[in-house]
RNA sequence: GCCGAAGUGGCGGAAUGGCAGACGCACACGACUCAAAAUCGUGCGGGAAACCAUGAGGGUUCGAGUCCCUCCUUCGGCACCA
């Protein structure tokens, strides 16, 4: 059998047919929207890995439909980044060219596999209709004062300018391998930490996986403490951050972000300021990550002729710079307590300052501190600090805290790991941030009507060396009028992230045409939330959070009409090479699914990608397996050899049909492909047996088939005649009552090993059973005269008798 | 370092706290064949057995792959979160 030629041909019908075209509005149908996290179409092209994700919910969207909903199951592509203008650099042509190339690779692979796409509605984010509405709402984002310049700072090499992360090792430019340095650049930011609040709030109005609620809020990292004032015996004053204002007394050092402002204001004060340059020089080559690695040493240098005071006692303490400190967290400052933290505590100990142990209860000489999560649950007690010694830990908080504020140098505060979304890439290949800078006005807003500000078309567009886009290279360009006075101004050349246009592209597919609004607020309303968002587990953190994010804004200014876009979200586990590692090129371990395809067909691809394993873990690529599946659809292919009549369900293989049709559509809601396929196999093994199969059961086969292998499916249903068409077949129904057996077989224990297994009626009492166990020959046996102690009856499963 | 996920036969993996290994691969034997492939059938964790087996060690329970504690290993994410 020709799989290939059989699929191509029901591909072209559906195309032909447009299938799976959907409207906004059906009457008389649900509307479900089921959403793949859009794929960036690098060079490499797809893998079988991401056939794993859309095969399965291809088959989740194929069985909706059949179970009568509308379903909305879009693709497109998330086309700007960093990939596409490297690969352009490197071939010497344009990044749209590349982009191009990629998506026609991408497409004809995803086509080959059969997917129920509506490509009507397919979306790039490179596409000035597509990004023109990206820069308009940057431009809401920034008239609603959700958007501004600050400075930050950048990664930059001297030879190639500004570095993504990525593009950072150990320090070194992974181009040139010249040194890292940090530099300061103004850029475009979002402030999401606005957002921070009702980010975690809402998740309990979504039904996502419980760890990747978990990883929102660590992420976004909500912290409740005390901003506390301390005063520099020299003139001048910072403020900490605490969680642990309990442990005040314990304080023996500061610790200060070595770009903190106070060093410059100080410097005349500071004895050691050479050295302390030098140390600041030796922070600025660090990355954040790099500086964030505990096992890298306690690097830092006292700040000497400077002491701070506690305000608490008036004690004279120094003050250190410390890159452990991040001036982008809190107030860039810590108060450090070494017997009660870590991290203050190795500090201390490389630094050869003192510990005072404030909080009661564990040996000072243990070579640890003795941590919050440690004294919180210990019913601990204060200790050396004055009027608050003796008193329990939370108490202690609270009165230190409260004497604290009474004083006026400190004040209840929260805090989030999350920061704002540093919105400016110094790169080409992305939507250009529409603002104009004008000397006389400042930073303007294109006006809407102008957008999309498109990206010129230029013959260079690497990187320049002085920290700015490659947009400020083109003059003609950068330089326009300033829309508010009509002088003379500079364009903006800053360009968005990537992490932009995927941020709203759930939102366009409901009305990808649309040129007079990103998408109306009446499609928006007939499919929104997403039903189903599936997508890596790497985007379960970031990009799930910026889009809530971006979500949420245009919620609240109206343009959106709910408050949490995704009512759930899932991610597919990794396909791995057959070798057990990620597939990549340079390993030599990528399967192309156009060669498995050729090979075995869609069909059995899709198959096995869902019976591989569980989709949520990582699973090996194997050839093999893809045999056994076209095995499997070859044999339900010839059951046609055993076809009989009849409209009913036979005898026979009734209980064997019900059970599958409950298991499968069980599975597929459950998102447990591989154990519905299981039980598709099952139910096909009992077909063989029996040695034949009637009208009424091959239909109910090939329906709950018809998700996972749509194409031989419709092949074999087309060829049968059967009616109605198969694109109109129900989803079947399953008789709980067909389900019951007469019988069940019990295990018989005596204290957990099994004795005996007899079969019980499915209807015996539990005095019944327990009675058929205690008079079972070989329970009497084995009891040789022992006291039951206690019987358990597990219904359906087993007997325990418990004997002394 | 921090956060998240996961460790079960030769392999991929099943298993609402209740008979571990469903389903499949590989393998072995048999049938069909001159032969092979395909197909069909049988077997298949270890051990002669008692028993032993779900990364290691403890615990809870009549009963633990599953729940709790301590470790080890692998994978994904990261912006040290004070």
């Given at each position: 059998?020709?799989?290939?030629?059989i699929?191509?041909?029901?591909?072209?019908?559906?195309?032909?047919?447009k299938r799976f075209?959907?409207?906004?509005?059906?009457?008389?149908?649900?509307n479900?929207?089921?959403?793949?996290?859009?794929?960036?179409?690098?060079?490499?092209?797809?893998?079988?890995?991401?056939?794993?994700s859309?095969?399965?919910?291809?088959?989740?969207a194929?069985?909706?439909?059949?179970?009568g909903?509308?379903?909305?199951?879009?693709?497109?592509?998330?086309?700007?980044?960093?990939?596409a203008?490297?690969?352009a650099?490197?071939?010497h042509?344009?990044?749209?060219?590349?982009v191009?190339?990629?998506?026609?690779?991408?497409?004809?692979?995803?086509?080959?596999?059969?997917?129920?796409?509506?490509?009507?509605?397919?979306?790039?984010t490179?596409?000035?209709?597509?990004?023109?509405?990206?820069?308009?709402q940057?431009?809401?984002?920034?008239?609603?004062?959700?958007?501004?310049?600050?400075?930050?700072?950048?990664?930059?090499c001297?030879?190639?300018?500004?570095?993504a992360?990525?593009?950072?090792?150990?320090?070194?430019?992974?181009?040139?391998?010249?040194?890292?340095?940090q530099?300061?650049?103004?850029?475009?930011?979002?402030?999401?930490?606005?957002?921070?609040?009702?980010?975690v709030e809402?998740?309990?109005?979504?039904?996502?996986?419980?760890?990747?609620?978990?990883?929102?809020?660590?992420?976004?990292?909500?912290?409740e403490?005390?901003?506390?004032?301390?005063?520099?015996?020299?003139?001048?004053?910072?403020?900490?951050?605490?969680?642990?204002?309990?442990?005040?007394?314990?304080?023996?050092?500061?610790v200060?972000?070595?770009?903190?402002h106070?060093?410059?204001e100080?410097?005349?004060?500071?004895?050691?300021?050479?050295?302390v340059?030098?140390?600041?020089?030796?922070?600025?080559?660090?990355?954040?990550?790099?500086?964030?690695?505990?096992?890298?040493?306690?690097?830092?240098?006292?700040?000497?002729?400077?002491?701070?005071?506690?305000?608490?006692?008036?004690?004279?303490?120094?003050?250190?710079?410390?890159?452990?400190?991040?001036?982008?967290?809190?107030?860039?400052?810590?108060?450090?307590?070494?017997?009660?933290?870590?991290?203050?505590?190795?500090?201390?100990?490389?630094?050869?300052?003192?510990?005072?142990?404030?909080?009661?209860?564990k040996?000072?000489?243990?070579g640890?501190?003795?941590?919050?999560?440690?004294?919180?649950?210990?019913?601990a007690?204060l200790?050396?600090?004055?009027?608050?010694?003796g008193?329990?830990?939370?108490?202690a908080k609270?009165?230190?805290?409260l004497?604290?504020?009474?004083?006026?140098?400190?004040?209840?505060?929260?805090?989030?790991?999350?920061?704002?979304?540093?919105?400016?890439?110094?790169?080409?290949?992305?939507?250009?941030?529409?603002?104009?800078?004008?000397?006389?006005?400042?930073?303007?807003p294109?006006?809407?009507?102008?957008?999309p500000?498109?990206?010129?078309?230029v013959?260079?567009?690497?990187?320049?060396?002085?920290?700015e886009?490659?947009?400020?290279?083109?003059?003609?360009?950068?330089n326009?009028?300033?829309?508010?006075?009509?002088?003379?101004?500079?364009?903006e050349?800053?360009?968005?992230?990537?992490w932009?246009?995927s941020?709203?592209?759930?939102?366009?597919?409901?009305?990808?045409?649309n040129?007079?609004?990103?998408?109306?607020?009446?499609?928006?309303?007939?499919?929104?939330?997403?039903?189903?968002?599936?997508?890596?587990?790497?985007?379960?953190?970031r990009?799930?959070?910026?889009?809530?994010?971006?979500?949420?804004?245009?919620?609240?200014?109206?343009?959106?009409?709910?408050?949490?876009?995704?009512?759930?979200?899932?991610?597919?586990?990794?396909?791995?090479?057959?070798?057990?590692?990620?597939m990549?090129?340079?390993?030599g371990?990528?399967?192309?699914?156009?060669?498995?395809?050729?090979?075995?067909?869609?069909?059995s691809?899709?198959?096995?990608?869902?019976?591989?394993?569980?989709?949520?873990?990582?699973?090996?690529?194997?050839?093999?397996?893809?045999?056994?599946?076209?095995?499997?659809?070859?044999?339900?292919?010839?059951f046609?050899?055993?076809?009989?009549?009849?409209?009913?369900?036979?005898?026979?293989?009734?209980?064997?049909?019900?059970?599958?049709?409950?298991?499968?559509?069980?599975?597929?809601?459950?998102?447990?492909?591989n154990?519905?396929?299981?039980?598709?196999?099952?139910?096909?093994?009992d077909?063989?047996?029996v040695?034949?199969?009637?009208?009424?059961?091959?239909?109910?086969l090939?329906?709950?088939?018809?998700?996972?292998?749509?194409?031989i499916?419709?092949?074999?249903?087309?060829n049968?005649?059967?009616?109605?068409?198969?694109?109109?077949?129900?989803?079947?129904?399953?008789?709980?009552?067909?389900l019951?057996?007469?019988?069940?077989?019990?295990?018989?224990?005596?204290?957990n090993?099994?004795?005996?297994?007899?079969?019980?009626?499915?209807?015996?009492?539990?005095?019944?059973?327990?009675d058929?166990?205690?008079?079972?020959?070989?329970?009497?046996?084995?009891l040789?005269?022992?006291?039951?102690?206690?019987?358990?009856?597990?219904?359906?499963?087993?007997?325990?008798?418990?004997a002394k």
């Amino acid at each position: 059998m020709n799989f290939r030629e059989i699929e191509k041909k029901w591909q072209d019908i559906w195309e032909k047919e447009k299938r799976f075209e959907v409207k906004n509005f059906e009457p008389n149908k649900k509307n479900a929207y089921i959403l793949i996290e859009f794929p960036y179409p690098s060079g490499k092209g797809l893998h079988t890995g991401h056939v794993r994700s859309y095969s399965a919910l291809d088959a989740v969207a194929r069985k909706k439909r059949m179970q009568g909903y509308n379903v909305l199951f879009p693709m497109g592509c998330d086309a700007f980044g960093l990939e596409a203008e490297r690969t352009a650099i490197k071939e010497h042509k344009l990044p749209q060219e590349i982009v191009a190339r990629n998506i026609a690779i991408f497409k004809e692979q995803l086509k080959m596999v059969g997917l129920s796409v509506d490509w009507s509605r397919e979306i790039s984010t490179c596409d000035p209709d597509y990004y023109k509405w990206t820069q308009w709402q940057f431009l809401q984002f920034y008239k609603h004062g959700l958007a501004e310049k600050q400075e930050t700072t950048v990664n930059y090499c001297p030879n190639c300018g500004v570095l993504a992360n990525e593009e950072v090792e150990n320090g070194f430019c992974c181009q040139c391998k010249a040194e890292v340095t940090q530099k300061s650049k103004a850029q475009w930011i979002l402030k999401m930490t606005k957002y921070a609040d009702r980010l975690v709030e809402d998740l309990k109005d979504t039904n996502y996986m419980d760890h990747i609620k978990t990883s929102q809020i660590n992420w976004i990292g909500k912290s409740e403490g005390e901003k506390v004032t301390f005063k520099i015996k020299q003139g001048g004053s910072f403020d900490i951050f605490t969680t642990c204002i309990e442990t005040i007394y314990g304080i023996t050092f500061m610790v200060l972000a070595p770009e903190h402002h106070l060093v410059e204001e100080l410097k005349d004060k500071i004895e050691n300021y050479d050295e302390v340059l030098e140390y600041i020089n030796q922070a600025k080559r660090k990355s954040e990550f790099e500086r964030s690695e505990l096992n890298k040493g306690k690097s830092g240098v006292c700040l000497k002729g400077i002491t701070a005071i506690n305000p608490v006692n008036n004690k004279e303490v120094p003050i250190y710079l410390g890159d452990f400190v991040l001036a982008s967290y809190g107030s860039g400052a810590v108060m450090a307590v070494p017997s009660h933290d870590q991290r203050d505590y190795e500090f201390a100990c490389e630094h050869n300052i003192e510990l005072i142990p404030v909080i009661t209860g564990k040996n000072e000489k243990s070579g640890c501190a003795y941590e919050k999560q440690d004294y919180l649950n210990d019913n601990a007690t204060l200790i050396n600090s004055e009027e608050f010694s003796g008193l329990e830990v939370h108490e202690a908080k609270k009165q230190i805290a409260l004497k604290l504020e009474n004083m006026g140098v400190a004040e209840k505060q929260v805090n989030f790991k999350m920061r704002d979304w540093i919105f400016s890439r110094q790169r080409y290949w992305g939507e250009p941030i529409p603002m104009v800078y004008c000397e006389k006005c400042g930073w303007q807003p294109v006006p809407e009507c102008d957008l999309p500000v498109t990206l010129p078309k230029v013959d260079s567009y690497e990187p320049t060396l002085d920290g700015e886009s490659p947009l400020s290279l083109i003059e003609d360009w950068v330089n326009t009028t300033c829309p508010k006075c009509g002088g003379k101004a500079k364009r903006e050349t800053d360009t968005m992230p990537g992490w932009a246009g995927s941020s709203w592209y759930f939102m366009r597919y409901c009305d990808p045409k649309n040129d007079k609004e990103f998408a109306s607020m009446d499609a928006l309303k007939s499919w929104l939330p997403v039903d189903l968002y599936n997508g890596g587990n790497e985007h379960t953190t970031r990009h799930l959070l910026y889009a809530r994010f971006w979500n949420k804004f245009l919620y609240d200014i109206g343009l959106s009409p709910v408050s949490e876009p995704f009512k759930s979200r899932i991610s597919q586990g990794l396909v791995l090479g057959s070798n057990g590692v990620k597939m990549s090129k340079s390993l030599g371990n990528v399967v192309d699914p156009r060669d498995v395809i050729n090979e075995y067909g869609a069909d059995s691809l899709r198959v096995w990608e869902s019976f591989m394993g569980d989709y949520f873990q990582s699973v090996n690529w194997s050839d093999d397996g893809v045999k056994a599946c076209n095995k499997f659809i070859t044999k339900v292919y010839n059951f046609q050899d055993i076809l009989i009549d009849g409209e009913s369900y036979s005898k026979e293989l009734e209980v064997s049909i019900h059970t599958a049709i409950k298991k499968v559509t069980n599975d597929i809601d459950n998102i447990k492909f591989n154990t519905a396929i299981s039980a598709l196999m099952i139910l096909a093994n009992d077909v063989a047996k029996v040695g034949k199969i009637n009208k009424a059961e091959y239909k109910t086969l090939l329906t709950l088939l018809n998700p996972f292998a749509p194409h031989i499916t419709e092949e074999i249903w087309t060829n049968q005649h059967f009616e109605p068409q198969i694109k109109d077949a129900v989803w079947p129904t399953y008789d709980e009552s067909k389900l019951v057996k007469d019988e069940i077989e019990y295990a018989l224990q005596i204290n957990n090993k099994i004795i005996d297994r007899v079969n019980i009626k499915t209807n015996a009492t539990t005095s019944e059973i327990e009675d058929i166990a205690k008079n079972n020959s070989k329970i009497v046996e084995a009891l040789n005269g022992r006291n039951i102690i206690k019987v358990i009856v597990i219904k359906d499963r087993l007997v325990n008798i418990i004997a002394k």
